[in-house]
């Protein structure tokens, strides 16, 4: 046997550890990565997605709002596994659904999720949080006899300079202020170069330049990746906003811009409230 036989063998679906295998391809044809359709999930007799229905193109930057309950969480659980739905679909791309795998495996994918609350291990420097953070086989050898290649560590430093932490990369990250934890979270998330990324509040509780420096972040992130950005701050999403979506009561109540979105009477009645 070759050796590109032999690698060949060695890949096979049947005998291989996921980590060697190929990244599953996403099929983008119609410009489309996120396809939700007629989602429901209840909870207790309480309804928190009711038919949602939600299409999101390759390389945009979404906003969701919507009030407490709306159901903005609860759909970012179930596309990342988290939350089982009663019925409806989830599709990556046209032919991934992201229903029948498990939360580690739609990670796997190049979905990302960054919760509210930063979450770094803040005992280690930015740099090994990002080095962590790397997409690679987390196996108890590998991990004990790992050492970064060239191109990994390029990779770091191209993360730390895009979300402004070159500075800070061998600090601890517990000594970072919350802006900066806030960034290095995204960063390490981008270190494991994900194809969609769902993003919850990132700004709540920063200063007026940090979250102008979160915002340009987020922009400067769109068109290289798909970006959803779940917030409650109207002023934020003002400067960000290329579409919005409004949910209310589990479902899509209206989308479109934001001056769309601020001139809809539903939207003003149900959530903006009258004078914004």
């Known amino acids: 046997m070759s050796i590109l036989q032999y690698a060949a063998e060695l890949k096979r679906r049947d005998q291989v550890w996921s980590f060697m295998q190929d990244p599953t391809p996403i099929d ?13 999930v209840s909870f207790d007799g309480f309804k928190a997605l009711n038919n949602l229905n939600l299409y999101v193109n390759d ?4 906003c969701l709002i919507g009030a407490n ?18 019925s409806g679909s989830v599709y990556f791309g046209q032919t991934l659904n992201l229903l029948e795998r498990d939360e580690a495996q739609i990670a796997q994918l190049g979905i990302g999720r960054k919760f509210q609350k930063p979450t770094v291990f803040e005992a280690q420097t930015v740099f090994d949080n990002l080095e962590l953070s790397l997409k690679s086989n987390k196996g108890v050898l590998a991990t004990l006899f790992a050492k970064l290649n060239a191109e990994q560590t390029d990779r770091i430093y191209q993360v730390l300079e895009t979300v402004g932490l070159k500075q800070q990369c061998f600090m601890l990250a517990g000594a970072l202020s919350h802006g900066q934890k806030q960034w290095l979270e995204i960063g390490m998330l981008l270190v494991s170069d994900p194809r969609l990324l769902l993003i919850d509040e990132p700004v709540a509780g920063m200063t007026a330049e940090e979250s102008e420096r979160t915002a340009q972040l987020l922009i400067s992130l769109a068109g290289q990746r798909t970006v959803i950005v779940v917030e409650h701050d ?23 811009s934001m001056d769309e979105i601020q001139n809809n009477q539903a939207v003003i009645d149900v959530y903006l409230g009258e004078g914004q």
């Open 28 to 40: 983008i044809s119609h410009q489309v990565i996120l396809y939700v359709e007629g989602l429901n």
């Open 69 to 86: 309950g709306a159901g903005k969480t609860t759909l970012m659980d179930v596309i990342t596994g988290k939350t089982q739905c009663d």
């Open 59 to 62: 390389g945009e930057l979404r």
């Open 234 to 256: 109207m002023e934020f999403v003002r400067s960000i906003a290329r579409t919005v979506t409004v949910l209310h009561q589990g479902s899509v109540l209206a989308e479109g």
